[in-house]
C-alpha cells in the first residue's frame, strides 16, 4: 500500500475470478477523496503464493521478483499521474485518474454535454418537447457559460470539477449576481442535474454532486379569481370590441382550464361528441403531450358560437382570436382595472379559477379537475387547487346543521 496526499493505492486478489488454472487476478484499487475505481494489473497468481498484508506476490523466484516489480511500477504510475494533475492545480476526481492511465482521451466538458442534451430536445420539438422548453435549456447554457467566464475565466470546464462548492457558487451566482427568484434558480439547477445524470449514465462520472446538494422550491402565492370576481368581468359594460374579446378568450379558459398553448392552436377538430352526447373539448397539451378531455360547460359554448362566423377565425381555421401571449397578458391587467379587481390578471390565472372558483370549490373532484388540466401528477393540480373560503363555510354549514 502507498499514501500520498489524498491518493491511496491497494493491490488485492480477486479469487471471485479465479481461471481454470486456480490462479486469481490481481486489481489494484485507487481511492481519491472518497471516490474509488478498480483495474486489472493483468497478473494472475495462485491464492497461497499471494500476501494480503505486504500486497505482494510471496518467493523468491525470478518470475516473483519481476511480477513484484511490475506491481511496484503500476503504484508509481498511479501516483505520478495523480501528481501531474495535482500540479495543475484544478479540481479531478478518481475518473480522471482512471482515464489517464488507461489513457483515454480528456473528459467531456460540461457545455459539451449540455449542447447534446439541446441537440436531441430540438429534434423532438412537437413530440416530446416544446418550443419553451428548448428555448429554457438554451438560457441555462448561456447562464453557465457566463458563469464559467466569470468563475474560471473559461469557456467550459471539465465534468469532475463540478462538486458541492461549485454547486453552491452557481447558486449564489443565479440569487445574489442575476437576482433571480429561488423557483427560478431551481430551473437552471434542474437542467445541470440533468446534465450531470446523463454524464453518469454514460459512465463519464463515478457521482452526480447534486445528491448531497439539495434545492428547494418556494411556496409561491397563485392568484386566481373569486366567483364575485368572475362574474364582475363577465357582466361588465366594455365600450371598445378589442378587450371584448380578450375578455370571452379569459372567460372560455376560466371554464374549460385550458392554457395558453391550447387556446391558441384550438380549433374545430377538438370539439368532439362525447359518450355523454354533448360537446366535449379534447387536445393534447403542449406542454406534457397528456390528452385533456373537458366537457364544455354552456358559458364556454356560448363563446364558441359568437365567434364562429368571425372572418379571422374562419381565414385562420381557429375558434377563438387569440393575440399573443404577451398581448393578451398586457390587455388582462387593463382589463383587471375596468373592472376595479386588484389581481395581476394573467392567462394562467384563468387556469388557476378553474381549477378553484369553477370546479373544487363546486364539488368536482381532485383527481377529476386533474385530468381535465392534463397533469401528469396529482402532486401538480395541488399546487393550482385551494379550497376557497366559501367551500369551507358551506362545509361547515352543512356540519353545523347535521350537530344541530
Not at 90 to 118: H, M, P, Q, T, Y
Not at 165 to 191: I, M, Q, R, W
Not at 323 to 352: P, T
Amino acid at each position: 500500500m502507498s499514501l500520498i496526499m489524498r491518493v491511496t493505492v491497494n493491490f488485492s486478489l480477486k479469487k471471485t475470478k479465479s481461471r481454470s488454472d486456480g490462479k486469481c487476478p490481481v486489481y489494484v484499487r485507487c481511492t481519491l477523496k472518497n471516490q474509488r475505481f478498480e483495474l486489472s494489473t493483468g497478473i494472475f497468481v495462485l491464492p497461497e503464493s499471494w500476501s494480503e498484508k505486504k500486497q505482494q506476490i510471496n518467493g523468491r523466484t525470478e518470475e516473483t521478483k519481476i511480477l513484484n516489480n511490475r506491481l511496484d511500477k503500476i503504484c508509481t504510475r498511479v501516483l505520478d499521474v495523480y501528481n501531474l494533475l495535482e500540479s495543475k492545480g484544478e479540481s479531478f476526481s478518481a475518473l480522471k485518474v482512471k482515464n489517464k492511465l488507461l489513457e483515454v482521451r480528456d473528459e467531456k466538458g460540461v457545455l459539451e454535454i449540455l449542447d447534446s442534451i439541446i441537440k436531441g430536445i430540438e429534434a423532438r420539438v412537437g413530440n416530446d418537447y416544446s418550443e419553451g422548453t428548448l428555448k429554457h435549456y438554451k438560457t441555462t447554457r448561456e447562464r453557465l457559460s457566463e458563469f464559467f467566464r466569470i468563475k474560471f475565466r473559461r469557456n467550459d470546464i471539465g465534468l469532475a470539477m463540478v462538486d458541492y462548492s461549485l454547486l453552491s457558487s452557481f447558486d449564489l451566482y443565479l440569487k445574489a449576481e442575476l437576482l433571480l427568484k429561488p423557483n427560478t434558480a431551481l430551473t437552471y439547477h434542474k437542467h445541470l442535474k440533468k446534465v450531470l445524470n446523463t454524464a453518469l449514465a454514460m459512465n463519464l462520472i463515478s457521482n452526480n454532486p447534486y445528491s448531497s446538494f439539495k434545492v428547494s422550491r418556494n411556496e409561491t402565492h397563485r392568484d386566481y379569481l373569486t366567483r364575485q370576481e368572475l362574474e364582475a368581468i363577465k357582466t361588465k359594460e366594455l365600450s371598445t370590441l378589442r378587450m371584448d374579446i380578450i375578455r370571452d378568450v379569459f372567460i372560455f379558459a376560466c371554464y374549460t382550464g385550458l392554457a395558453y398553448a391550447e387556446l391558441r392552436k384550438l380549433n374545430k377538430m377538438h370539439i368532439q361528441i362525447g359518450d355523454d352526447g354533448g360537446k366535449w373539448v379534447i387536445i393534447d397539451r403542449d406542454k406534457t403531450d397528456i390528452r385533456c378531455r373537458i366537457p364544455l360547460l354552456p358559458q364556454a359554448k356560448i363563446i364558441l358560437e359568437k365567434y364562429e362566423n368571425l372572418p379571422y377565425c374562419k381565414s385562420h381555421e381557429k375558434l377563438l382570436p387569440v393575440n399573443s401571449n404577451q398581448k393578451m397578458n398586457e390587455y388582462l391587467k387593463e382589463l383587471a382595472g375596468i373592472c376595479g379587481i386588484n389581481k395581476n390578471l394573467s392567462m394562467h390565472v384563468a387556469r388557476h379559477t378553474f381549477a378553484t372558483s369553477v370546479t373544487l370549490s363546486n364539488g368536482v373532484p381532485i383527481e377529476t379537475v386533474s385530468k381535465m388540466l392534463g397533469h401528469t401528477s396529482l402532486k401538480t393540480t395541488q399546487i393550482y387547487a385551494r379550497i376557497v373560503d366559501s367551500k369551507i363555510s358551506e362545509d361547515m354549514n352543512r356540519l353545523n346543521s347535521k350537530l344541530a
